[in-house]
Each structure stands twice: as structure tokens, then as C-alpha cells.
Nanobody, 115 residues
Framework: QVQLVESGGGLVQAGGSLRLSCAAS????????IAWHRQAPGSQREWVAG???????DYADSVNSRFTLSRDGARNRVFLQMNSLRPEDTAVYYC?????????WGQGTQVTVSS
């Protein structure tokens, strides 16, 4: 079992920055992959970025070069630094952890970007 808690969301103007945090607890040593997804009103949830246990990260085209993943293994935290935010980045952002075929999700944190 893994528990995930997101934080760091909020309201920001276009062009601004936010840093999201995902704190993991439980069987964190078994996590293969941690990702961020987002869901805007009326839209399907979409993958944003992910980082593997070896530290390699990948990003959706829509956020590449603006968002950066990092992790603090000692504290079991994964961070999503979001720069140059756009109104279309407005969504609830969810942290997701994979252990084998098991998926774990956090409750989400709201990010709102005003134009």
C-alpha cells in the first residue's frame, strides 16, 4: 500500500510558476514509477510527466521545457516545478504511483492560471 498526498496548488497569473509536491508514504521502496496527471473541467484526465525509479523523467509535449520533475528520495517526495504557466494548464493535478500493475492515486490539488 502507498498513500500519496499532493500540495502546492493555487491561483497564479499566466506566466507565473508553481511547485507541486507529492508526498508518498507506505511501501515507497516498491514504487516503480511516479507520475503527475491532470484533469480540466469537462476533459479526460491526461498524463503530464513521470519519473522512473532510476531517475529518468519524461514529459508530455504540452509541458515539455516548462515543467520539471525532481525527487527527494530521502523524504519520499516528488516535485513538479511548473514555469511559464498558461490558462490551459488549469486543472486538478493528481499524483500517481505504480507498483507492478497496481495504481495508487492522491486526492489532487487544484491549479488555476488566470489570463
Amino acid at each position: 500500500q502507498v498513500q500519496l498526498v499532493e500540495s502546492g496548488g493555487g491561483l497564479v497569473q499566466a506566466g507565473g510558476s508553481l511547485r507541486l509536491s507529492c508526498a508518498a508514504s507506505g511501501s515507497t521502496s516498491s514504487i516503480n514509477y511516479i507520475a503527475w496527471h491532470r484533469q480540466a473541467p469537462g476533459s479526460q484526465r491526461e498524463w503530464v510527466a513521470g519519473i522512473s525509479s532510476d531517475g529518468s523523467a519524461d514529459y508530455a509535449d504540452s509541458v515539455n521545457s516548462r515543467f520539471t520533475l525532481s525527487r527527494d528520495g530521502a523524504r519520499n517526495r516528488v516535485f513538479l516545478q511548473m514555469n511559464s504557466l498558461r490558462p490551459e494548464d488549469t486543472a486538478v493535478y493528481y499524483c500517481n504511483a505504480l507498483i507492478g500493475i497496481l495504481n495508487y492515486w492522491g486526492q489532487g490539488t487544484q491549479v488555476t492560471v488566470s489570463s
